[in-house]
């Protein structure tokens, strides 16, 4: 006897229309941009020597208010760079079944645009900012110290650019024609 696996499940396993390994790379790096400015925050609660001075660990509440409000920093930042592998999963076009009301439906196309170039443009001006903080910061940190802690933070400057191109494919995958015209054609029209 063959048993034959239900339409609604193989819905899980891929994405209405292939998605390019390219895509999947750029999705997956939000993460590992995001990674180490966490772990270096988690350090810092940790009291793992950082070379700052006993003022930085002042102005980040510690002790105190930063041993909730940096993991909790931590947790926010690993969630949303984790909902950028919505943008080319299964999960990002139809809702999970365990969501009341919606289970099973099609995720309307704008519902995961729109926060994602919010989020995009947020992600890039956050980096620019942390760029021209940097070179212009007065810490009172040791040299080593400010390397590591450039080391944890440059590649979060990616996070923006990379969730923007994610966000773009995502849209175009899903907008595009069932004739699968090419999109920089379409739009030149």
């Given amino acids: ?93 139809v809702w999970p079944q365990w969501v009341p009301g919606l289970r099973g439906r099609r995720i309307p196309v704008p519902a995961a645009v729109i926060p994602a170039a919010l989020g995009a443009l947020a992600c890039t001006v956050y980096g620019a900012l942390f760029v021209w903080t940097t070179l212009h910061a007065d810490m009172e940190i040791t040299p080593w110290g400010e390397w590591v802690m450039n080391i944890c933070y440059i590649p979060m400057v990616a996070w923006g650019p990379l969730l923007a191109i994610a966000t773009v494919h995502y849209y175009q995958r899903r907008t595009r024609s069932t004739t699968h015209e090419d999109p920089v054609a379409t739009f030149a029209r």
Wanted: aromatic share 10%; with cysteine.
């Fill in 1 to 93: 006897m063959r048993t034959r696996t239900p339409p609604s499940a193989l819905s899980y396993l891929a994405t209405a229309s292939p998605v390019p390994l390219w895509a999947r790379r750029v999705a997956a790096a939000t993460l590992w941009t995001s990674l180490p400015s966490a772990l270096w925050r988690l350090a810092v609660v940790l009291d793992i020597p950082l070379g700052l001075a006993e003022s930085e660990y002042d102005a980040m509440r510690i002790p105190g208010w930063g041993y909730l409000l940096l993991p909790l920093l931590c947790a926010v930042q690993e969630t949303l760079a984790f909902l950028t592998l919505g943008l080319v999963r299964p999960w990002g076009e």
